[in-house]
């Protein structure tokens, strides 16, 4: 068996700190992946922040969200004599706020009585991959550093902030090294910092990623 993906690797860390009824942001909505996975790992006792700058984006969410939200329903209407639910179905979903806005201003836009109670802000950086959509619309590192700024002042201790970053497409290599060299300059009293890569990939994904003390 290999390793774990660089994406299955950020949400084992996530649900490992965001146990149900948590705080959470997906600074990166893109197709609904990352917002899914929130909303079911934390339940309807939490709530779900997702961030994009393009409706398309946060369509694509919205249509993954309520195609979950059908298959939970007939689930449930259905009970268990087949087989037993999955454990993300067993609970339902978090409400999700979808937010047409840039992530860096999430301290703006995510309730104040949030502050500091977030668990998990998820990055997933680069364009977004759908068909037809416009790959010259991407995050870019002075948005990108001002939300992981916002997000670290955000997170509850011990919260996380896990980012996928994309060095093999035009501009990710720079962006990708921005969020290296601010992840590496934390100071160890504010957040534990970790990196998981393959190297023989050097234009592979990979993830970085923060603890809160």
Excluded: C
């Excluded at 369509?59 to 993954?64: D, K, M």
């Excluded at 109670?117 to 001002?146: C, I, K």
């Excluded at 939300?147 to 996928?164: E, K, Q, S």
Aim: glycine share 10%; aromatic share 6%; hydrophobic share 45%.
């Amino acid at each position: 068996m290999g390793f774990l993906s660089v994406l299955t690797m950020a949400h084992r860390w996530v649900a490992e700190r965001a146990e149900p009824g948590s705080i959470v942001v997906d600074a990166t909505a893109g197709g609904g992946v990352d917002t899914l996975f929130l909303a079911r790992t934390i339940g309807p006792g939490g709530h779900v922040y997702a961030f994009d700058v393009q409706e398309a984006a946060l369509e694509l969410t919205r249509e993954r969200l309520d195609a979950e939200a059908a298959a939970v329903a007939a689930a449930n209407a259905q009970g268990s004599e087949r087989q037993p639910a999955s454990p993300g179905r067993r609970g339902g979903l978090a409400p999700v706020t979808l937010l047409h806005a840039g992530h860096e201003r999430m301290a703006e836009l995510i309730a104040p009585e949030h502050h500091g109670r977030v668990r998990a802000v998820m990055f997933n950086l680069g364009y977004l991959p759908a068909e037809g959509s416009d790959r010259d619309v991407m995050t870019r590192p002075e948005t990108t550093l001002g939300a992981m700024n916002a997000a670290l002042g955000l997170l509850a201790p011990r919260g996380v902030l896990t980012a996928v970053v994309y060095p093999g497409h035009d501009g990710g290599d720079l962006e990708a090294a921005a969020v290296g060299e601010w992840t590496a300059a934390l100071p160890a009293s504010v957040a534990q910092t970790v990196l998981y890569r393959f190297p023989q990939k050097p234009d592979a994904p990979y993830l970085l990623a923060l603890e809160k003390r």
